[in-house]
């Protein structure tokens, strides 16, 4: 088994408020991010089309040495991530590893609700996959579950408009409509790793009577106690404390957006898949 850096995957750039908590958490590890910017978002397309897309992603990490890689993207992590897991791994390789986002997210969401009434505000990928109703009920069968399909939040997100008037209608709408589903919910969980950046607006909508859950901290928890768990893949992540960023789109968009997301600047290399 090869040692390199863990790969961390996103249609985009949302994945980097991922890898920011990740590498806040495991400073010392290496890590390398490919952004499918050029094929972004994943969010309105088809069940195959994201899983091919991500597969071959999959595929370059590996040809990097990457013996682990989080999908770092909830369309990913819902559409392509247990076909990859069951699969692809036995047949390209079953000593490597790719984990997502959604289960870190739901064996704990149970900890935030008082209600036991939880929503979800994703992309229409992932609320019409059914991915967080159905392992929710797995941990916390108690917990009623409503969704909220986002469309327009991704693209007011990358075309940082999520800030202006024009975005507040769009904020509000999705965030009404699931509201209105029930009284009770006590706790939105923020299934798309771009939504982060509107958690403030969100907040300031709802009040402070909702718990808004960011995936980002809970992602890192999750990934260092997973390396502390399995060993025989923590020794081959390599420990340099080194960060690198790739894109399949044009760097200088990349980089100008991705500081954004990440919160300090990023310098990238385009990929060409």
């Known amino acids: 088994m090869s040692k390199g850096p863990i790969g961390v995957f996103d ?20 890590f390398l991010y ?23 992603c999959v595929q370059w990490f590996f040809s990097q040495g990457c013996p682990l890689v989080i999908l770092a993207c ?23 590893r790719v984990l997502g986002v959604i289960r870190p997210t739901t064996e704990v969401i149970g900890k935030f609700t008082k209600s036991n ?26 917990i009623k579950v409503y969704q909220q399909a986002c469309p327009m939040w991704v693209p007011l997100i990358e075309n940082n408009e999520h800030i202006s008037e024009g975005a507040t209608y769009f904020i509000e709408k999705y965030l009404r409509q699931l509201l209105e589903q029930s009284p009770h919910i006590d706790t939105l969980l ?39 768990r399995h060993p025989e893949i923590a020794q081959h992540c390599t420990k340099n404390a080194t960060l690198s960023f790739y894109t399949t789109d044009a760097t200088a968009d990349f980089d100008k957006n991705a500081a954004l997301f990440f919160g300090k600047p990023v310098a990238s290399n385009h990929l060409e898949l």
């Open 34 to 56: 490919l952004g499918d910017n050029a094929r972004a978002p994943y969010g309105p397309r088809s069940f195959d089309t994201v899983y091919q897309y991500t597969l071959q």
């Open 117 to 142: 009434e939880v929503g979800i505000l994703g992309t229409t990928g992932t609320v019409t996959s059914g991915s967080y109703p159905i392992e929710i009920e797995k941990f916390y069968p108690a």
């Open 11 to 30: 249609s985009g750039y949302g994945g980097l408020t991922v890898l920011k908590e990740i590498v806040a958490t495991l400073p010392a590890y290496d």
């Open 74 to 96: 909830n369309t990913a992590s819902a559409k392509a991530l247990r076909t990859i897991q069951q699969h692809d791994l036995p047949r390209l390789d079953p000593t490597k």
């Open 190 to 228: 923020l299934a798309c790793t771009h939504y982060p950046l509107l958690a403030q607006s969100l907040q300031r909508y709802v009040g402070s009577g909702i718990t808004i859950v960011s995936q980002g901290t809970l992602v890192a928890t999750s990934l260092a106690d997973y390396l502390e």
